[in-house]
């Protein structure tokens, strides 16, 4: 059954939520001028509040040795949780933290993502993913960009990927499994609810993305109660999953000066201010990453009344725009 709750009522127990996760993770990396952690949900594992996204923006530095280089800076400045996939490239991203992987493995939280909805297939690809990781194990591996209600019933068909990744995680080929989603948090709720998943990941910003199912496709409605942050994000608490906050600056959507406009610190405060263990960003250049390690030792959360006008503003400018560009987007 989904849950009914108001922004206001979610805004404030959120709030509440984030500033006692920032204490229970802050004191030590505040004594010590390191990265602030988080436990992530029920699988108890400790991981930095910023993770290093290794999608489309590590692309963007052009070739393997300066994506390494990147990779190494933000192991270097406290980030514990790299984020890759095969659809990154085909396994291009994949091969290049296996560069990192093979001397720094212990250092940090491995989890990557498979697109495939056949089970077979999923397990072909997965074979290379250790290869290219250069691990036996991986952390984490997500079902990749949950769609809609059809994609769904593939991922749990009787041969989908999910009986495949149930089987690895039987095998500890991964400690743990998840589902993704910047799209339809109506369908990643029920994704939720009906299966056995340790963590999640979905866009979770303050311009409140996600749109709503309707029967004939997708629903374009700006209002507010239509988002993962009032659909999937409580569901997921319940379970006490792993929760991973993406898109939270709208690969840059959201950046900039004008009124329904933020800076990079904002948005990222707003969203480590709900009850997620870390923001999943991607980081084109060197200094974005030095920036936002710098913000990560540093945090404190938002209040309440300071998330709920926050959000008003950057959902009114932006949350038709960022829902239409994500229905169909795919972060190769």
Known sequence: MTDKISRREFLEKSAVAGAAAAVLGSHAAEASGAMQTRILGKTGARVSIVAFGCGSRLSMYGGESAAVAAINLALDSGISYLDTAYGYGQGQSETWVGQVAKTRRK???LATKIEPR??????RI???????LQTDQI???HVHALHNADDLAKVEAKDGVLNALYKLREQ???RFIGITSHYNPAVLQTAIERHDFDCVQMALN???QGMTSGSHGMDLNPSMSSSFQLTALPTARKKNMGILAMK????EGLLGSGPSKSDAANLLRYTLSLPVAAAVVGMPTLDMIRRNAAFGRTFSAMSAGQMEKF???MAVGNKLALDLKFSNHRDA
């Not at 056949?118 to 397990?123: N, Q, T, V």
């Not at 939270?248 to 690969?251: I, L, S, T």
């Open 139 to 141: 952390d984490l591996i």
């Open 126 to 132: 997965l074979e290379g993913s250790l290869k290219r």
């Open 311 to 313: 959000s008003g503003r």
């Open 248 to 251: 939270v600056m709208g690969q």
């Open 206 to 208: 303050a311009a409140m």
């Open 107 to 109: 250092e940090f939280f």
């Open 118 to 123: 056949d089970g077979d297939a999923a397990m």
């Open 172 to 174: 500890k080929v991964t």
